[in-house]
């Protein structure tokens, strides 16, 4: 069997290389621009969302979850602290009662999550002890098992690991996909045409630019994001990650590295210019917790697209009536939380192994609709 998948962010490559682990014969495409997840930084604590689907908080639970396993399997075990490292999550709310609130649901969630660790309101001396540079006079609620993901390092290693196992890596643009004599011709910028088994398809916004013209409507919408990368002199490796009240969060990484952000535009679509505008607004609006965030040196400004179903969950699985084509898409700003999970659930479905969730509760068939019969 010769598989395609198309579109390498972290649910493409996540799959291609379980697939290939599995002794398939795997190519992987990639255009390598605009992708959300190389730009993004992830912060795998779900526990605490409010939001009230409950397929997509079984989701993102068991995609925080899987994290240690996945690692595992994909071998960043040498690399794991610059990739992936559980550091807690310190979360602001700007009343008590509601602080309180977040307090008796994490301890509530953590009946079906011990993974959630440690659960302890901070006071502000506690959360100066954590982290130096910041001054508040407010509580805070810390989750021990709360961790921080570099994107962009994360997906390096998987097509690395990829790679090695014998997984062929394209770099380039799909330009069509057509069925013909039970299999899938692949047309792409640079390589003459190609024929697979079966594709998946994981290429976030995009997704609607290779199912139109196969007579698909698909309810996917872009979202640009923007995230600051400061370069300081501090030791920030062990911090926690910090979500304030209705600012952008601050994600610490090794060597004195933070990103902040991200932002959320809908009315930018595809735009991949960095906007200082907005990066400076971001970082206007942290000043107030970390009032020395000015004095250190602005690195870069990351830019990616997410993409956004209609109701903000996500899909995936086989297209109804097309089982030799899957599809993945809609996991939004919670991507680097999902994905590998989702990887893993599409490549389980595959191969014909047990899937970890049921599949039928994130099917593409409420978004992805026939215009033709």
Do not use: C
């Not at 508040?136 to 609620?141: G, V």
């Amino acid at each position: 069997m010769k598989i395609a998948v198309i579109g390498g962010g972290i649910v493409g490559a996540t799959t291609a290389f379980y697939l290939v682990k599995a002794g398939i014969d795997v190519t992987l495409f990639d255009e390598g621009i605009g992708q959300a997840s190389t730009a993004a930084a992830g912060i795998i604590s779900p526990w605490l969302s409010q939001r009230r689907n409950k397929n997509w908080y079984a989701l993102a639970k068991e995609g925080a979850k899987f994290y240690p396993t996945f690692l595992k399997d994909i071998a960043a075990e040498s690399t794991q602290n610059a990739l992936y490292k559980q550091v807690g999550t310190l979360l602001f709310k700007n009343k008590p009662q509601l602080l309180e609130k977040l307090y008796r649901l994490a301890l509530d969630r953590k009946n079906e999550a011990p993974e959630i660790g440690a659960i302890t309101l901070l006071s502000p001396q506690e959360i100066q002890k954590k982290i130096p540079v910041v001054h508040t006079q407010e509580s805070a609620l810390f989750i021990g098992g709360g961790a921080r993901v570099d994107g962009k390092a994360l997906i390096s290693h998987l097509i690395t690991q990829f790679r090695t196992l014998g997984g062929q890596y394209q770099q380039e643009k799909v330009r069509s996909l057509q069925p013909q004599n039970n299999a899938w011709i692949i047309e792409s910028t640079t390589s003459s045409p190609k024929a697979f088994d079966q594709i998946v398809l994981t290429t976030g916004a995009w997704l609607p630019s290779l199912l139109t013209p196969l007579h698909y409507e698909v309810d996917i919408r872009p979202q640009k994001g923007q995230l600051v990368e400061l370069q300081t002199p501090l030791a920030t490796h062990n911090w926690p990650v910090i979500m304030p009240q209705g600012k952008a969060d601050i994600i610490p990484f090794n060597d004195g590295k933070l990103l902040i952000g991200a932002t959320h535009e809908n009315d930018l679509k595809f735009d991949l210019a960095p906007d200082v505008k907005k990066a400076n607004g971001m970082l206007h609006d942290i000043a107030p917790l970390i009032p020395t965030i000015y004095d250190y040196q602005q690195a870069d400004i990351r830019v990616g697209t997410r993409a956004f179903t209609s109701d903000f969950l996500p899909f995936f699985g086989a297209i109804s009536h097309e089982e030799t084509l899957l599809v993945a898409s809609g996991l939004g700003s919670s991507g680097l939380t999902t994905g590998p999970i989702i990887g893993k659930m599409i490549s389980d479905f595959i191969l014909k192994k047990p899937s970890t969730l049921p599949m039928e509760h994130y099917t593409p068939a409420p978004y992805i609709k026939k215009t033709v019969t």
